[in-house]
């Protein structure tokens, strides 16, 4: 996994929300402008070669703002955003903000694109994007759980995909986040999604508690926990100021 530079804050501060009033203390709400939902384009014509794409659709001008302030890959962030509109009808109680996702998409994988890889129109990371093998040399002792599907390793588990999901976790938490009805943790709508469920399996992220418990639980390190803050924060005053 990729470690940024360490910052002193581990929780991301407040910033205004378009939907939502904050509460007077601080609180890891999603920063800036919350994405907004856009009907589905129309069925494609017979000609055409249809791409996949999130379940949730977001809007066309909120993606290219956000994309142009942040600079964060459009395709990288409309499956942030998309995962972060579908938790918000599957658990509204979570308060996800589409900034975590993303700051955790720019550490494990810098949003699709570590070690030359590149996002396709799919969604898809290629050359796929896989870690070192969990061996116990420098790294958790994972044996093999997945006889190398996902990973391509039969011995040793290796996190996989844009938000490097190990194996056996991808076997709890896998999701279709593009409607094409497989479950791939090389495709970043899927992989989104899966961490958008993954966060909030843990409870809320409306409090600075809740939002640790959920973020730490995905990386045991509290290195990690202040990248993933540092982050999350830059993207929401990129997008406020």
């Known amino acids: 996994m990729l470690s940024p530079a360490p910052t002193t804050s581990p929780t991301p501060t407040p910033t205004p929300s378009a939907t939502a009033e904050l509460s007077a203390s601080p609180v890891p709400s999603p920063g800036g402008e919350t994405p907004s939902a856009t009907p589905s384009p129309a069925a494609p014509t017979a000609s055409a070669r249809p791409v996949t794409r999130p379940t949730s659709r977001v809007d066309p001008q909120w993606l290219a703002d956000v ?26 109680s979570c308060s996800l903000g589409w900034n975590t996702l993303a700051a955790i998409g720019q550490i494990e994988s810098r949003h699709g694109s570590f070690g030359g890889a590149t996002l ?14 969990l061996d116990g040399n420098g790294y958790a002792s994972i044996p093999d759980t997945d006889g190398g599907a996902h990973d391509g390793d039969t011995k040793w588990d290796r996190a996989v995909g844009p938000m490097q999901f190990i194996p056996g976790t991808w076997k709890l938490y896998g999701a279709d986040g593009n409607g094409d009805g497989a479950k791939d943790p090389h495709n970043i709508d899927d992989a989104s999604l899966a961490a958008a469920r993954y966060l909030c399996a843990r409870g809320g992220m409306d409090s600075a508690g809740g939002w640790r418990s959920a973020v730490i639980g995905y990386n045991r390190s509290e290195q990690y926990l202040a990248d993933v803050a540092r982050v999350a924060n830059t993207y929401a005053q990129k997008v406020s100021g």
Do not use: F, H, M, W
Request: hydrophobic content about 40%; aromatic content about 2%; glycine content about 10%.
């Open 120 to 133: 396709g129109e799919d969604g898809v990371a290629s050359p796929k994007i896989i870690g070192p093998a």
């Open 67 to 92: 994309a142009e302030r942040t600079g964060v890959p459009r395709r990288a962030l409309e499956a942030y955003a998309a995962a972060t509109l579908t938790l918000q009808r599957e658990d509204a």
